[in-house]
């Protein structure tokens, strides 16, 4: 069974500060989601990493992926108060049928103050 | 463009009672995929139906169906509701299901059962 773990699940940070969030997995995956979601909203989609070693970056986000470790990284740079969300990974996983379902991390709370 | 449509935004229902959520996915996508999410869980997978067919199911109980139309749209039902059915229920349609580009997710229905 796949299971996906973020840490950490809650996270305070000041503005202009540098931190990272973790996401590891359990078994082989080369499909990494990252997702972002507001209060009461849906998920908006941020990054699909899809090759060891693939990196993408997006504003203040910067996303990669290490197959090997099964191990994703968030980091955000000098954050800023519009990024308060909550983050979730998650790891897609082919099934006998040939569709992913997708396995999410709890997610990691995330409060930038000024 | 329009995005992934789910209908309707809130429902109450009772203890007992049925009921049907409504998803239509972008326009060309064929796959969709239901999520349940609440606070003790997060979010799990339900269900992915491609081309009128599942291909991919999480570990829920038979209370929890789905169908897909021809026209790709899809429909979850929930039968004899708990209160523990409580949740924000999320659709996301991608081209394939097995998808390069992510998953594109509905705003959500809030099912609350009372």
């Known amino acids: 069974e796949l299971k996906v773990e973020q840490n950490p699940l809650f996270l305070s940070m000041q503005e202009g500060k540098n931190y990272t969030i973790y996401c590891n997995y359990s078994t082989t995956s080369d499909r990494l989601y990252w997702y972002r979601q507001d209060p009461g909203k849906s998920l908006e989609s941020l990054f699909v990493?899809?090759?060891?070693?693939a990196v993408k970056q997006e504003g203040r986000l910067m996303a990669s992926l290490d197959t090997k470790a099964r191990l994703s990284t968030l980091h955000i740079t000098a954050a800023v108060h519009d990024l308060s969300a909550t983050y979730f990974c998650?790891?897609?996983?082919?099934?006998?049928?040939?569709?992913?379902?997708?396995?999410f991390g709890k997610g990691t709370h995330l409060i930038i103050q000024p | 463009k329009a995005g992934v449509t789910q209908t309707p935004r809130y429902l109450i229902k009772t203890r007992g009672q049925q009921v049907t959520l409504s998803c239509s996915p972008i326009s060309g996508h064929r796959s969709v995929s239901w999520y349940q999410q609440t606070p003790g869980q997060g979010l799990q997978f339900l269900f992915e139906y491609f081309s009128e067919t599942q291909r991919n199911k999480g570990n829920f109980p038979g209370r929890f169906s789905g169908r897909q139309f021809s026209n790709s749209r899809s429909e979850m039902n929930v039968s004899t509701l708990e209160l523990g059915d409580s949740a924000l229920y999320l659709c996301a349609s991608s081209f394939t299901g097995t998808t390069n580009y992510g998953y594109t997710f509905g705003s959500g229905t809030r099912l609350t059962v009372v």
């Open positions: 998650a790891v897609g996983s082919y099934s006998g049928g040939g569709a992913d379902g997708l396995t």
């Open positions: 990493l899809l090759s060891n070693g």
